[in-house]
């Protein structure tokens, strides 16, 4: 009897699907691993499976995706939360840019960037969040710590398929467990001898919450970008898209002449932390593909 289900993780080529009436675990069809290409099946993905037995099935088909996470690969998202910590460790303006790049690069409709320990921070948190406020990014400031705002957390969590993206360190675990103990995630803490945190979630996985879905993903230092172009590089930077009185189309933001994005990022229009992390970004780009 063939069935539909999400994907709600991938282990040892096994396959985990949530089916109406619970989880199956499932094995690829044959002539499906002979055609399928490189990207496999990930966590989101919808499948339609035979049942087997009432634990177990063979996937016969994968749905076509509306969006993809490229790193850690999840699909059909309808939420990413980009997580960065106030303090310990400190946001870089360019890894922070990284990560809503990959976001708006997987075609997810919201990018909402959460700014967790605001316990630790010393000044104010929102004028962390502020350029990207001013880019038109939803913020929100939360304590997994404490529970400053995690009730508007929860709100914002239901009835979605939300991944928490973000580097290593910033507590994306730790706030999901204050958003529910329930999940019972595993934590760590922050390396004291790098700055950076130790990676406790070692894969995606779906978990089922407030009528939707929560992904803990592992946490990455760096996030390759090397399959973009320039100009879809220019198109993940939104507020780029007000100013469109370049002299020259196409246009990189870069050396041209005339450029309304540069007049604007000079004029402080643009923030110009999120200007230079896009130069930054845009120079990667240009290295990797000599």
Not at 73 to 81: D, E, P, S
Not at 136 to 154: E, F, H, K, M, N
Not at 170 to 184: E, H, I, M, Q, Y
Not at 259 to 281: D, P, Q, T
């Amino acid at each position: 009897m063939e069935q539909r289900g999400r994907v709600l993780k991938v282990y040892n080529s096994v396959i985990y699907a949530a089916a109406d009436d619970g989880i199956v675990a499932c094995k690829l069809r044959g002539r499906m691993k002979k055609g399928r290409n490189d990207r496999g099946i990930v966590p989101g993905d919808i499948v339609t499976f035979d049942r087997m037995d009432a634990e177990e099935g063979v996937v016969e088909r994968i749905e076509e995706r509306e969006n993809l996470l490229v790193r850690p690969r999840v699909a059909n998202l309808t939420q990413i939360i980009v997580t960065v910590a106030a303090a310990a460790p400190d946001p870089h303006p360019l890894v922070v840019s990284r990560f809503l790049v990959l976001a708006e690069r997987s075609g997810a409709h919201k990018i909402v960037l959460c700014v967790n320990k605001i316990d630790l921070c010393s000044g104010d948190p929102k004028s962390i969040a502020a350029d990207y406020a001013c880019a038109g990014y939803p913020v929100l400031c939360v304590s997994a710590q404490t529970g400053a705002g995690v009730a508007a957390l929860r709100d914002l969590l239901a009835g979605e398929i939300t991944v928490f993206a973000g580097p290593s360190g910033t507590g994306k675990s730790s706030l999901l467990n204050t958003v529910d103990p329930a999940l019972a995630l595993a934590t760590g803490t922050v390396s004291e001898k790098i700055g950076r945190g130790r990676h406790t979630t070692r894969r995606a996985e779906l978990i089922p919450y407030a009528g939707g879905f929560v992904v803990d993903t592992p946490g990455f230092t760096q996030q390759e970008l090397s399959d973009l172009t320039p100009e879809e590089l220019t198109a993940c930077f939104p507020e780029f898209a007000r100013y469109t009185g370049c002299r020259f189309a196409p246009c990189s933001h870069s050396h041209e002449p005339d450029c309304a994005v540069k007049e604007a990022a000079e004029a402080g229009a643009i923030s110009r932390a999120r200007y230079e992390a896009y130069i930054a970004l845009l120079s990667e780009l240009r290295t990797k593909k000599k």
